[in-house]
């Protein structure tokens, strides 16, 4: 059983040009599911819908309460790219003994060019065979919470090493 924790951002298809909101979006993390004719049990639930620029402290707490309350050991976080080593890295500070993939596009969800899809994808397989701990999964890459950075220049996350 895989648990699936969404927040907002890009892969949800959730674009935030202006101060005024959220622009609705026709596209969930289940319609990607669903395409992909998957074989798994999973459950959806929605935390929160924000841009990843307005997610506060007060949010990550929620969602660390989220995972500590799920009884599963497997955990996926879709997420914005934008503070998304961020939030790994506040989970990862609490040591909580499951394995938690973080994950996100770059380009919406919404478009027929996204990579949303595909990460999606490679979390899910990651999170089936990794240690329990935090992991970012982002276009083919795998990193740890502790080692990551997201480069704004190539819009890609890295090592720090």
Known sequence: ????????????????????????????????????????EYTIEGVFKKDSRAI????RKLLVE??????????????????????AKYIGNRSLNKTIILVGAFILGTSKDTDAPFNLGYAICALQFLKSDVYIAMNGKLFHWNDVTKNLDTNKFESNE
Request: aromatic share 8%; charged share 25%; proline share 0%.
């Open 1 to 40: 059983m895989i648990q699936i924790f969404t927040t907002g951002g890009t892969i949800e298809g959730l674009d935030y040009t202006d101060d005024g909101g959220i622009t609705s979006s026709d596209v969930g993390i289940m319609d990607f599911l669903d395409k992909a004719n998957i074989d798994f």
């Open 56 to 59: 506060t402290e007060n949010d």
């Open 66 to 87: 989220k995972i500590k309350a799920t009884n599963t050991n497997k955990i996926l976080v879709t997420h914005g790219t934008y503070t998304m080593e961020d939030t």
